[in-house]
T-cell receptor
Framework: GENVEQHPSTLSVQEGDSAVIKCTYS??????FPWYKQELGKRPQLIID?????GEKKDQRIAVTLNKTAKHFSLHITETQPEDSAVYFC??????????????FGTGTLLAVQP | EADIYQTPRYLVIGTGKKITLECSQT?????MYWYQQDPGMELHLIHY???????EKGDLSSESTVSRIRTEHFPLTLESARPSHTSQYLC??????????????FGEGSRLTVL
């Protein structure tokens, strides 16, 4: 069935370094790829998303890249800060029933930014 | 304030009890979802709805049931709770018109413990 793989499961970086989280998806019909951040004890929140008609999108210190041929997409966080510490989830929309989409989430990456 | 609300936030019950987790959103979204989140982080889709009187099972088999009688309300019911149902349950909604999935807005979650 459809699935989204996410790596690494845990990532520890020093403050100021960059962090990269990678995901692969299985369904070539996927066309929407969001990233969610979940801080400890909080609800997941959308931080950035990308649609299949673009290869890269940036928003300040975060960026997402998409390679549709390889079915890979990645989250890049530059100049990491302690408040970036959280669990990050990638997701892909899988067409269902030919009419509407639903999101399938990756397994999550626990990012720890060491001061 | 437009938001998505879940009650109860925490629930500890005995085996065999019937429970209902409530979810309401005031954003007028047509699409609503229930995710089960493992202690190990993964988000698993267990139910979704694309509008009133529409309910579908998600990718993770669940003994729970849902109903969607009103746009704003999407309750989840367990007829006979078991310890294996212990988990966090996250409700979400999205506007996503037509083929677009759209941003998911999550509730704060209901943490269920079955003894």
């Amino acid at each position: 069935g459809e699935n989204v793989e996410q790596h690494p499961s845990t990532l520890s970086v020093q403050e100021g370094d960059s962090a990269v989280i990678k995901c692969t998806y299985s369904d070539s019909a996927s066309n929407y790829f969001p990233w969610y951040k979940q801080e400890l004890g909080k609800r997941p929140q959308l931080i950035i998303d990308i649609r299949s008609n673009v290869g890269e999108k940036k928003d300040q210190r975060i960026a997402v890249t998409l390679n549709k041929t390889a079915k890979h997409f990645s989250l890049h966080i530059t100049e990491t800060q302690p408040e970036d510490s959280a669990v990050y989830f990638c997701a892909a929309s899988i067409e269902y029933g030919g009419a509407t989409n639903k999101l399938i989430f990756g397994t999550g990456t626990l990012l720890a930014v060491q001061p | 304030e437009a938001d998505i609300y879940q009650t109860p936030r925490y629930l500890v019950i005995g085996t065999g009890k019937k429970i209902t987790l409530e979810c309401s959103q005031t954003m007028g979204h047509d699409k609503m979802y229930w995710y089960q989140q493992d202690p190990g982080m993964e988000l698993h889709l267990i139910h979704y709805s694309y509008g009133v009187n529409s309910t579908e099972k998600g990718d993770l088999s669940s003994e729970s049931t849902v109903s969607r009688i009103r746009t704003e309300h999407f309750p989840l019911t367990l007829e006979s709770a078991r310890p294996s149902h212990t988990s966090q349950y996250l409700c979400a909604s999205s506007e996503g018109a037509g083929m677009n999935t759209g941003e998911l807005f999550f509730g704060e979650g209901s943490r269920l413990t079955v003894l």
